[in-house]
């Protein structure tokens, strides 16, 4: 891996978070500042912010000036945090830790949290409709947006999920679709959204790149939930096993989901190879394969 990659990812970080600051700094007082806070500290909450880099560079890739990307990369951030905040509620996977932290409903008492929730889907497509001049290919990465965060995206993978928990009878087919609806496709987004706004350049490409990044990425994270640490983490160790969640460590192994991994992560240097200028996408894919082999 190259040594510039920590600096690009660094400096698309920056980028982000100094207008998610900005964003957030400015949130209307006239709501209770209870939600507000409880919002912040949701978003605020550490994270890699993946998606939202994933989104500025997928933009800058294809030519996409920030200021007609930028609002869709906080809304990414707001769904992925929101999902986070009812992950852990007690109804779900009942964690009180979330990035090393203490979960949104920990801190802020369980009512809150679901509203908190609440308000940041909401506060992602209030972001992407505040534009002055929103024209049809906002339309259209909105149109992806929804889709990807919604009934035949990621809630259908959080559904499919918790109907497999303890399931006696489970299959390949579907941990493929629990990982394609509730991780992968809110991987492809920021990779679409970039595309979209671009006019459609590359869709097919960053949407297979996408799914196969989205998967990778969760079959890493049974292995990390297996290997890791609370500090390593950021998250209680051990939960998916605790509470029967179907994961490919479960299916396979540990040995059959490292083997799995493997495939993800070379299809996905495969798909983008005909691709110019895809230096710090087949980086960081390499980033998010070696956090765990």
């Known amino acids: 891996m190259h040594n510039n990659y920590k600096e690009e990812y660094q400096r698309y970080y920056v980028i982000f978070n100094e207008y998610l600051n900005e964003v957030f700094s400015s949130l209307d007082t006239y709501a209770p500042k209870t939600i507000t806070d409880a919002m912040s500290y949701a978003v605020g909450n550490g994270g890699k912010r993946v998606r939202p880099v994933m989104c500025l560079a997928t933009a800058e890739l294809l030519g996409v000036p920030f200021d007609k990307v930028k609002n869709f990369a906080v809304a990414l951030e707001c769904i992925h945090s929101y999902s986070l905040v009812h992950d852990d509620l007690p109804a779900m996977d009942n964690d009180d830790y979330?990035?090393?932290k203490l979960s949104t409903h920990k801190m802020f008492g369980e009512a809150n949290g679901i509203l908190a929730g609440d308000?940041?889907?909401n506060f992602a497509f209030e972001l992407c409709l505040s534009k002055d001049n929103f024209d049809l290919l906002d339309?259209?990465?909105l149109k992806v947006l929804a889709e990807s965060a919604g009934y035949r995206g990621m809630i259908a993978g959080q559904v499919l999920d918790l109907e497999n928990e303890k399931a006696e009878v489970v299959n390949k087919d579907v941990l493929y679709?629990?990982?394609?609806?509730?991780?992968?496709?809110?991987?492809?987004a920021p990779l679409l959204i970039a595309s979209e706004l671009s006019g459609g350049k590359y869709r097919k490409?960053?949407?297979?790149?996408?799914?196969n990044l989205g998967v990778l990425f969760q079959i890493i994270d049974d292995i990390m939930d297996v290997e890791g640490t609370l500090e390593s983490i950021g998250k209680t160790p051990h939960k998916d096993e605790e509470v029967g969640k179907l994961t490919s460590v479960k299916?396979?192994?540990?040995?059959g989901a490292k083997e799995l991994a493997k495939k993800h992560y070379l299809d996905c240097k495969q798909i983008l190879s005909d691709i110019d200028g895809c230096e710090f996408l087949l980086q960081l894919t390499d980033a998010m394969y070696v956090r765990r082999k």
């Open 139 to 141: 339309a259209k990465a």
């Open 177 to 188: 679709s629990i990982y394609e609806n509730k991780t992968a496709k809110l991987i492809t």
């Open 205 to 211: 490409q960053f949407e297979e790149f996408g799914y």
């Open 251 to 255: 299916l396979f192994g540990l040995d």
């Open 98 to 100: 979330r990035r090393g």
């Open 119 to 121: 308000a940041l889907l």
